[in-house]
């Protein structure tokens, strides 16, 4: 009844930008924290960022200066604008929001995940 679609990803070259986009839809009646979080291969899933319903931000170390998290509350949409993108950058991107449903519950969700390569 919540999905999460993921767009944005691709290829770009080291330095470059990417703008990953999140929207939430379906029986949704608040959304608490949104946030971005990634895996590469071989690798545990890691946060990248986050951002409250206050949209107050919080970012891993290494993307500090890097990465931009925001979020539109009335399109239910999460953001992220990555640039001065690295090699080490590439994963796939996972989107993950908290929400509370009209029934009451507050569940995590996930969407499918977008991948995100960086290489000359």
């Known amino acids: 009844q919540v999905q999460l679609v993921e767009s944005g990803g691709g290829l770009v070259q080291p330095g470059g930008s990417l703008r990953l986009s999140c929207a939430a839809s379906?029986?949704?009646?608040?959304?608490?924290?949104m946030g971005w979080y990634r895996q590469a291969p071989g690798n545990q899933r890691e946060l990248v960022a986050t951002?409250?319903?206050?949209?107050?931000?919080h970012y891993a170390d290494s993307v500090k200066g890097r990465f931009t998290i925001s979020r539109d509350n009335a399109k239910k949409t999460v953001y992220l604008q990555m640039n001065s993108l690295k090699p080490e950058d590439t994963a796939v991107y996972y989107c993950?929001?908290?929400?509370?449903?009209?029934?009451?519950?507050?569940?995590?969700?996930w969407g499918q995940g977008t991948q995100v390569t960086v290489s000359s």
């Open positions: 993950n929001a908290n929400i509370r449903t009209w029934r009451g519950q507050i569940y995590d969700y």
């Open positions: 951002i409250m319903s206050d949209y107050t931000p």
């Open positions: 379906g029986s949704i009646f608040g959304i608490n924290a």
